[in-house]
């Protein structure tokens, strides 16, 4: 049996290199960074050996083994995996679940990323060669790691695969992903302003004191404590490791008996009763795209992600500049306007999130101004309470209630300011977007240059346009407060008038590009 699933999976394996070209040049290149980065990290682990400062060595493999462990985990989890292997697919065959268990997880062995580990775990037993007792403990240590990684992996694998077997439910693991990830990236940026020739190790100590007594590091730590006479700890580390290994399994042997008996969930279609926005929002074409759009704001996916990237931005303008050395007392000003210049840009495409449903606009007689209103309900209705409780909040952090109507008055502008200006690009030069119902993740199945200049453009067009009010509102803090009081005619001026001038513009290309944006749509269906 054993030997069906090693064939088994080395035909998978062998399969691979029989797909489209392109698929096997990208495998390849895969398989040699693959190659590159064991031999750097076996020919570090060699060098090693020959460093007189065991504790720092070991310091460091706690560390670096503990990421590695992390990724094992998390990957899967936060981003899935194509489980050519999934225990679901042998429920019709009447394995016991203990052999097809054991079975899986043989052929799991067989993958680039455990042979890689492997290979790199093996290294330490080099590293730790000058001490037998160390060396014979890095061997079955090397064992438990690569055991420990590939069952952890299959675990959260099968936990997702059953969690995460809707379309629903796999786009919001995907975007607690991304958050997750996003918001690890200002742990990342302050441990880039760390001294590492002076303070590095010290920094890796920290995390590595308590590493080596987690499930994560203890497997990597015990060989080291053993080399710089900690027996006892070692032992207590294996211990743990074992301990993890061991519920890993039990774990993995319960998921298997279980899933080869239960069925795929299937995803249930939700019972809405009424007409929603539409019964909310009553009157001509403007109110029926208004609600419309709420409705795709409230149900689509593609605007979730956006809506959910949009507060965190914030945190890494916010974290690079503390990093930079500005006062946290004018860095708090900086997260309002911010939030609601990615809000305000947030619809200079919304045309071609339509696809093929703007049909409906264009043969209903639409005029391209109620088009263009409708469309900007939602981000209007988000930003108000936005603006009103953001400037209270920022105000009293910044501990002068004299910048609250400057500070209203610079997000209130960026906000239509951008969404006058995406009145325009999104009737103007509409670019592909991820079409309804497909994956919020997916790409567009065309691009190209022009979306991310048209990005670019709409981006800096609104900064550039609400500047003069930031300008203000800067001279009003250093200068003289008589400028807080300018910012907000400023602010008027500038936003209601490219507002204005952003509807009745993108109103009047709307009506005369009406075939070509029904091409568009058809195009990119």
Known sequence: MVAQ????KLRLLGNAFRRSTWHVVGLVAGLLYGAVITVIVVSSLFAARTLPDLGAVHTVLVVLGSIVVAGFVLLPLLFGIDD?????????????????????????????????LALCSAATVVTWSSNPGASLLAVLCTVIVVLTCVLASRVVASIASTLLDTRRSREAGSVAGVVVVVLLAPVLLLLLTVDWGRDGLGVLGGFAG??????????????????????????????????????????????????VVTPTREARARDYRGLGWFSRLRGGPTAAIAARSMTYWGRDPRYWVSMIMIPVIPVFVIVALTLAGIPAHYVCLVPLPLVCLFLGWSIHNDLAYDSTA??????????GIADRAGRMFPPVV???????????????????????????????????????????????????????????FTQPQTS????????????????????????????????????????????????????????????????????ELMAFANRND
Not at 5 to 8: P, R
Request: proline residues 6%; aromatic residues 10%; hydrophobic residues 60%.
């Open 84 to 116: 050519t292997l999934d225990p679901r697919k042998f429920a019709l065959f009447g394995i016991p679940s203990r052999r097809l268990a054991a079975g899986l997880l043989l052929a799991g062995l067989l993958g680039v990323p455990a042979l890689v």
């Open 358 to 367: 703007v049909w409906l606009h264009l043969v209903s007689g639409t005029r």
């Open 5 to 8: 699933f090693l064939g088994l």
């Open 448 to 515: 190209g240059g022009s979306a991310a200049l048209i990005q670019t453009f709409s981006f800096f067009a609104t900064v550039i346009i609400s500047s003069p009010v930031l300008v203000f509102l800067i001279l009003g803090l250093t200068v003289s407060p008589f400028w807080l009081g300018i910012a907000p005619i400023a602010a008027v001026l500038l936003g209601f008038g490219t507002l204005f001038l952003g509807l009745w513009v993108g109103g009047r290309v709307f009506d005369r590009r009406g075939p």
């Open 210 to 259: 308590w590493l080596q007594w987690t499930p994560l590091g203890a497997v990597w730590s015990a060989p080291g404590a053993a080399a710089t006479g900690d027996v006892g700890g070692a032992l207590v580390q294996l211990l743990i490791a074992l301990v993890t290994l061991a519920l890993l399994w039990f774990a993995w042997q319960a998921l298997v008996d279980r899933v």
């Open 382 to 440: 988000i930003g108000i309470p936005v603006i009103a409780i953001g400037s209270v909040v920022t105000a009293a952090t910044f501990g002068d209630w004299a910048v609250l109507p400057a500070v209203a008055a610079l997000s209130g502008a960026v906000l239509v300011i951008g969404l006058g200006l995406s009145s325009i690009s999104s009737a103007l030069v509409p670019y592909p977007a991820t079409k309804p119902g497909d994956s919020a």
